[in-house]
């Protein structure tokens, strides 16, 4: 069974660090492109960044490029979300998703479960 099980989500001050993980387990991600996706409350899930599993190739969609990034682990089968200096407007569940390609990676159907991030002081 193809599943993605994210990690790493918690309770953070503002201007504090986490980082996220996705791992894939039952296929092998190193033929696909991974997405990782916010969906803060009363909201529409929105996409950050995708990572091309094959070259490493990222690409960003959202304004916090400059405090997220991206990155893999190919031994581990794992893709990571570094969030820096976190705001209070960062709030939401995360999500990855793993997909063909980074330009349809939101009309994929494999999704993880989600984790909780909560920048609260």
């Known amino acids: 069974q193809l599943q993605l099980a994210e990690s790493g989500g918690g309770l953070v001050q503002p201007g504090g660090s986490l980082r996220l993980s996705c791992v894939g387990s039952?296929?092998?991600?190193?033929?696909?492109?991974i997405g990782w996706f916010w969906q803060a409350p009363g909201k529409e899930r929105e996409e950050i960044a995708c990572?091309?599993?094959?070259?490493?190739?990222?690409y960003y969609e959202d304004s916090r490029e400059g405090r997220f990034s991206i990155s893999k682990d190919n031994a581990k089968n794992t893709v990571y979300l570094q969030m820096n200096n976190l705001k209070p407007e960062d709030t939401a569940v995360y999500y990855c998703?793993?997909?063909?390609?980074?330009?349809?990676?939101?009309?994929?159907?494999?999704w993880g479960q989600g984790t909780q991030v909560t920048v609260s002081s």
């Open positions: 039952g296929f092998s991600l190193d033929y696909y492109a």
């Open positions: 990572i091309s599993f094959s070259d490493g190739s990222t």
């Open positions: 998703a793993a997909g063909p390609k980074c330009s349809i990676i939101s009309s994929t159907e494999l």
